[in-house]
């Protein structure tokens, strides 16, 4: 059952939006364009529309100075005093198109910027006593904006003094590591090709110093080149994201880049891009790729120029952001793209490549044999995401690929399946669908409400599972959404048992795309608006949102004491419930003694313990309100963590016992293929330390 999402909303409300716009001349009619757009979006099809009035506009000026400005290292006190005449205004200018506001704070944050750099160039440029006793306050909500010119300089060299202090840290940490290989190596009488460079406490210092103008310089070159459009998106999610959290505005580079993650695959030339230090390198090629079938592309090699159409000139790419010169290597499939690179050896070569779909593999689900020491096997599937590609029938979704995986599982006799949703932060809903009837015969997988009260049960109708053995969920807090929707019902159904965080994330909403220039006169791109629509109910009634889905069999972990989730956000959705839907539980599962086994396991585990005790330790680091400027203060705050921490080292080198499998398939394509084996080298290691993976095994293994 594979339908488009965007196909749910309501036809006759989208016609009360048709409104007739001569198309805008220039950025700020295009502005002015969007902002009613969105203002009768909002108004007229999110799922619980809020009245557009002073109250709005206070919270909306509130949210808009927080995403400005969040440190408050740029703004002056009076900037925002003189802001604050809008406070109760920007409803008005919502409903106008009135720039004025959004003008003024700009401009004005343009103009703090530049001071701001001249000012932290001018703090670089003298010496700088760290023997001062001084404190960075590290907590935005304890800091007041600086009062003048005076405040904001102190500020800005407590903020570089703090840098310097951690780069002269990163510095020890590295001598420290250098000198623990070189002894490793002496001792077992090694060849010895280790560099260790001791630097005086004074060289330390310098070179710190020279990172540290290094970041600044980049982050002010970042800033410099934000476009006024870059700061109305932001402007724009001030307004939506009041009314709630997955409400947004996507200018149509933004959206670009949503559907690139949500189909997982990107037309381009198949590499990575980064910048360091105002140059645009090559980072990964994916093998098999445009860049990588050139045998004329490596990495590192510095991008100068991108032709991306063939009748029009190369465009100087050096010093732009990222996103910008990616836009310029993407295009159209089957179409030519030409790189002006300079090469490692300095040379300058031109590589002409035609544009190819690139799969993004980390998206799609991907599964392992687990061996135990008892010598069961099972399967373990990861699935990053709830892939869809609504506009290619034959791109990749989330359900054939957990079908084809379960395909392979099965074919190697694996005792039970453990489906790992953690960091999942959910997809389509149709996928939830369609996956649940890989595991159990039809049934109602979900409710959907729309903002008129209308329900509507979406059915899993496949009578012909693929896997009907034992199933295990793995989830934490950053399980989310569709991840919760699949979690849920498979818990209220008893056909899988739910591992993980104490609860999931919590969204328990449903979004869809409104492309805002369906609405308007015009050809031009607008931009869309992310828009909730609707809210998702368990089969037995009630929401997800806010309390998201609680494990069966809860397993605290690094997350469970940071403040992540729905509930933490001031305009998230309310929690509700509906009633119950028709469905059969199977009631096959004895989850007391899975819990009772499980409980008694975790107590005695000391790494388990352990990870736990370095959590609430991280939890107190993430909290504590303001730290030391003063040298041989921070020197010793950093000996006292650097203690700390030795107590947890041994969870580094914790190892489960556990031996994995991967398919032959992999194991043949991972001999030709070096990233794709690197990827897999990588994935291995990280399930051989996984301390939540040991237990569910356990879990799995104690299920009849």
């Given at each position: 059952?594979k339908?488009?999402?965007k196909?749910?909303?309501?036809?006759?409300?989208?016609?009360?939006?048709?409104f007739?716009?001569n198309?805008?001349?220039?950025?700020?009619?295009?502005?002015?364009?969007?902002?009613?757009?969105v203002?009768?979006?909002?108004?007229?099809?999110?799922?619980s529309?809020?009245?557009?009035?002073?109250?709005?506009?206070?919270?909306?000026?509130d949210?808009?100075?927080?995403?400005?400005d969040?440190a408050?290292?740029?703004?002056?006190?009076?900037?925002?005093?003189e802001?604050?005449?809008?406070?109760t205004?920007?409803d008005?200018?919502?409903?106008?198109?009135?720039?004025?506001?959004?003008?003024?704070?700009?401009d004005?944050?343009?103009a703090r910027?530049?001071?701001?750099?001249?000012?932290?160039?001018?703090?670089?440029s003298?010496?700088?006593n760290?023997d001062?006793k001084?404190?960075?306050?590290l907590?935005?909500?304890?800091?007041?904006?600086?009062?003048?010119?005076e405040e904001?300089?102190?500020?800005?060299?407590?903020?570089?003094?703090y840098?310097?202090?951690?780069?002269?840290?990163?510095?020890?940490?590295?001598?420290?590591t250098?000198?623990?290989?070189?002894?490793?190596?002496?001792r077992?009488?090694l060849?010895?090709?280790?560099?260790?460079?001791?630097?005086?406490?004074?060289?330390?210092?310098?070179?710190?110093?020279?990172?540290?103008?290094?970041?600044?310089?980049?982050?002010?070159?970042?800033?410099?080149?934000?476009k006024k459009?870059?700061w109305?998106?932001?402007?724009m999610?001030?307004?939506?994201?009041?009314?709630?959290?997955?409400?947004n505005?996507?200018?149509?580079?933004?959206?670009?880049d949503?559907?690139v993650?949500?189909?997982?695959?990107?037309?381009?030339?198949g590499?990575?891009?980064?910048?360091?230090?105002?140059?645009?390198?090559?980072?990964?090629?994916?093998?098999?790729a445009?860049?990588?079938k050139?045998?004329?592309i490596?990495?590192?090699?510095e991008?100068?120029?991108?032709?991306?159409?063939?009748?029009?000139?190369?465009?100087?790419?050096?010093g732009?952001?990222?996103?910008?010169?990616?836009r310029?290597?993407?295009?159209?499939?089957?179409?030519?793209?030409?790189?002006?690179?300079?090469?490692?050896?300095?040379s300058?070569?031109?590589?002409?490549?035609?544009r190819?779909?690139?799969?993004?593999?980390?998206?799609?689900?991907?599964s392992?044999?687990?061996?135990?020491?008892n010598?069961?096997?099972?399967?373990?599937?990861?699935?990053?995401?709830?892939n869809?590609?609504?506009e290619?029938?034959?791109?990749?979704?989330a359900?054939?690929?957990?079908k084809?995986?379960?395909?392979?599982?099965?074919?190697?006799?694996v005792?039970g399946?453990?489906l790992?949703?953690?960091?999942?932060?959910?997809?389509?809903?149709?996928?939830?669908?369609?996956?649940m009837?890989?595991?159990?015969?039809?049934?109602?997988?979900?409710?959907?409400?729309?903002?008129?009260?209308?329900?509507?049960v979406?059915?899993?109708?496949q009578?012909?599972p693929?896997w009907t053995g034992?199933?295990v969920?793995?989830?934490?807090?950053?399980s989310?959404?569709?991840?919760?929707?699949l979690?849920g019902?498979?818990?209220?159904?008893?056909?899988?048992?739910?591992?993980?965080?104490?609860?999931?994330?919590?969204?328990?909403?449903v979004?869809?795309f409104?492309?805002?220039?369906?609405?308007?006169?015009?050809?031009?791109?607008?931009?869309?608006l992310?828009?909730t629509?609707?809210?998702?109910?368990?089969?037995?009634?009630?929401s997800?949102?806010?309390?998201?889905?609680?494990?069966?069999?809860?397993?605290?972990?690094?997350?469970t004491?940071e403040?992540i989730?729905?509930?933490?956000?001031?305009?998230?959705?309310?929690w509700?419930?509906v009633s119950?839907?028709s469905?059969?539980?199977?009631?096959?599962?004895?989850?007391?003694?899975?819990?009772s086994?499980?409980?008694?396991?975790?107590?005695?585990?000391?790494?388990?313990?352990l990870l736990l005790?370095?959590?609430?330790?991280?939890?107190?680091l993430?909290?504590e309100?303001?730290?030391?400027?003063?040298?041989?203060?921070?020197?010793?705050?950093?000996?006292?963590?650097?203690a700390?921490?030795e107590?947890?080292?041994?969870?580094?080198?914790f190892?489960?016992?556990?031996?994995?499998?991967?398919?032959?398939?992999?194991?043949?394509?991972?001999?030709?293929?070096?990233?794709?084996?690197?990827?897999?080298?990588?994935?291995?290691k990280?399930l051989?330390?996984?301390?939540?993976?040991?237990e569910?095994?356990?879990?799995?293994?104690?299920m009849?």
């Amino acid at each position: 059952m594979k339908f488009n999402l965007k196909k749910l909303l309501f036809f006759a409300p989208l016609m009360t939006l048709m409104f007739c716009f001569n198309s805008p001349q220039n950025d700020e009619e295009k502005m002015q364009t969007i902002m009613i757009s969105v203002k009768n979006t909002l108004s007229y099809l999110h799922y619980s529309p809020k009245p557009i009035n002073d109250a709005y506009s206070a919270d909306v000026f509130d949210k808009y100075l927080e995403m400005m400005d969040p440190a408050k290292k740029f703004l002056l006190q009076s900037d925002v005093d003189e802001f604050s005449k809008y406070k109760t205004k920007l409803d008005d200018c919502l409903n106008k198109g009135d720039l004025s506001f959004f003008n003024l704070t700009v401009d004005r944050l343009s103009a703090r910027t530049k001071e701001v750099e001249k000012l932290s160039q001018d703090i670089l440029s003298k010496p700088i006593n760290f023997d001062e006793k001084e404190e960075l306050i590290l907590e935005p909500k304890l800091k007041s904006y600086p009062k003048n010119q005076e405040e904001l300089r102190a500020e800005w060299k407590k903020f570089i003094k703090y840098n310097i202090l951690q780069e002269i840290e990163t510095l020890n940490a590295k001598e420290e590591t250098q000198k623990e290989k070189k002894d490793s190596v002496n001792r077992f009488k090694l060849k010895d090709t280790i560099k260790l460079q001791i630097l005086s406490p004074q060289e330390k210092q310098i070179r710190a110093t020279e990172e540290v103008k290094d970041l600044l310089t980049s982050m002010f070159k970042r800033y410099d080149k934000r476009k006024k459009m870059d700061w109305f998106s932001v402007y724009m999610n001030a307004y939506t994201e009041v009314f709630d959290p997955h409400t947004n505005y996507f200018s149509p580079q933004d959206k670009e880049d949503f559907d690139v993650s949500f189909k997982g695959s990107v037309i381009g030339i198949g590499a990575t891009i980064q910048e360091k230090k105002g140059k645009i390198l090559v980072g990964t090629l994916v093998v098999g790729a445009p860049a990588w079938k050139s045998k004329q592309i490596s990495e590192g090699d510095e991008i100068l120029k991108v032709k991306s159409k063939k009748d029009e000139e190369p465009v100087n790419v050096s010093g732009m952001l990222v996103d910008e010169a990616v836009r310029f290597i993407r295009g159209e499939k089957g179409t030519e793209v030409v790189l002006t690179l300079r090469k490692k050896d300095g040379s300058i070569k031109e590589v002409k490549m035609i544009r190819e779909e690139v799969a993004i593999e980390d998206t799609f689900a991907r599964s392992i044999i687990v061996n135990t020491p008892n010598g069961k096997k099972y399967g373990f599937i990861n699935l990053p995401s709830f892939n869809a590609d609504f506009e290619n029938a034959k791109g990749r979704n989330a359900s054939d690929d957990i079908k084809a995986e379960l395909i392979k599982l099965k074919a190697q006799n694996v005792e039970g399946i453990i489906l790992d949703l953690r960091n999942n932060g959910g997809g389509s809903l149709t996928e939830v669908v369609d996956i649940m009837g890989l595991f159990m015969k039809n049934g109602p997988v979900v409710q959907v409400k729309d903002g008129n009260g209308k329900i509507q049960v979406l059915s899993n109708k496949q009578n012909d599972p693929i896997w009907t053995g034992p199933l295990v969920i793995m989830q934490n807090e950053l399980s989310a959404s569709a991840s919760e929707i699949l979690a849920g019902a498979m818990q209220d159904y008893g056909r899988a048992v739910i591992v993980g965080s104490p609860q999931s994330f919590g969204k328990g909403t449903v979004q869809t795309f409104v492309e805002l220039n369906r609405f308007l006169n015009t050809n031009d791109d607008f931009g869309a608006l992310k828009l909730t629509i609707q809210k998702f109910y368990r089969v037995n009634g009630k929401s997800t949102q806010l309390k998201g889905v609680e494990s069966d069999i809860p397993m605290k972990d690094l997350f469970t004491y940071e403040e992540i989730g729905e509930r933490y956000d001031n305009y998230a959705l309310p929690w509700d419930q509906v009633s119950t839907s028709s469905f059969s539980a199977l009631n096959n599962l004895n989850k007391a003694n899975l819990v009772s086994n499980s409980a008694k396991r975790l107590a005695q585990n000391k790494n388990y313990q352990l990870l736990l005790e370095s959590a609430q330790w991280k939890e107190k680091l993430d909290k504590e309100e303001k730290v030391t400027l003063n040298l041989k203060e921070f020197e010793e705050l950093m000996k006292v963590r650097k203690a700390q921490i030795e107590k947890f080292k041994s969870l580094a080198k914790f190892s489960n016992g556990l031996n994995f499998s991967l398919h032959a398939d992999e194991v043949k394509r991972g001999k030709t293929d070096e990233v794709f084996a690197k990827k897999s080298e990588n994935w291995l290691k990280n399930l051989k330390r996984d301390i939540y993976l040991q237990e569910t095994v356990n879990i799995i293994s104690d299920m009849k």
